[in-house]
């Protein structure tokens, strides 16, 4: 089975600094896809970024961005110029890629991102 | 574009009490899923479903079933409530072709207390 493990329980960050999010995950399946997950207090789950395993180079939207590192199985976010906004939990998620079976996502236990004005 | 629409938002139970939770798409999706999320951690799968009229279990499906008799509809039905029921509960749906899955959708979620 497919294990996700986040070992920041909460982080803090002042205002307009970077942040970095860490996640690891075990599988092993080679096609498979990682996703970012950001929960604000109104609950509401909204994607952040996706990565697909077999695409090299990392995905970007805007101020966020992940580092991939397939061989250590290791999928951090990175996030720029932090905003008020930011603050939320943050979930990492493992999809496989094919094959039948649960199709649903697995997810880590989370971290909750603090920004310091 | 509604997305994804659960009801109720919050409901409290008693021990032994049963319930439907509602959960609809507007998107067309084909696949739909049901997750728990316990207080600090991160969802679990209860069950899913890739088509109209069927559905399998995920990780924690005991104590819950469903149905999926439209595209759009995929209830979650809780029999016999107990207190470790008690959770956030989201629906969300994907849509997939080909094996390639073109992104979820979550719903706002459903707060249960079950005393």
């Known amino acids: 089975a497919q294990t996700v493990t986040q070992s920041q329980p909460e982080m803090s960050v002042q205002e307009a600094e970077t942040v970095t999010l860490s996640c690891t995950y075990d599988?092993?399946?080679?096609?498979?896809?990682l996703f970012w997950y950001k929960q604000p207090p109104s609950r509401q789950m909204i994607l952040v970024i996706r990565q697909e395993a077999y695409k090299q180079q990392n995905a970007t939207e805007n101020r966020f961005s992940v580092n991939f590192q397939k061989a250590a199985k290791s999928f951090s976010l990175k996030i720029s110029d932090s905003q008020l906004g930011d603050a939320a939990m943050y979930f990492c998620a493992y999809k496989r890629g094919t094959g039948g079976g649960a199709d649903g996502l697995t997810f880590g236990k989370g971290t909750h991102l603090i920004i310091q004005p | 574009n509604a997305g994804v629409t659960q009801t109720p938002k919050f409901r409290i139970l008693k021990i032994g009490q049963s319930m439907t939770l509602q959960c609809t798409q507007d998107m067309n999706h084909n696949y739909m899923y049901w997750y728990r999320q316990d207080p600090g951690m991160g969802l679990k799968l209860i069950y899913y479903s890739v088509g109209a009229g069927i559905t399998d279990k995920g990780e924690v499906p005991n104590g819950y079933n469903v149905s999926r008799s439209t595209t759009e509809d995929f209830p979650l039905r809780l029999e016999l409530a107990a207190p470790s029921q008690t959770s956030v509960y989201f629906c969300?749906?994907?849509?997939?072709?080909?094996?390639?899955?073109?992104?979820?959708?979550f719903g706002s979620g459903t707060r249960l207390t079950v005393v």
């Open positions: 969300a749906s994907s849509y997939r072709r080909r094996d390639v899955n073109y992104g979820y959708t």
């Open positions: 599988t092993s399946e080679s096609d498979y896809y």
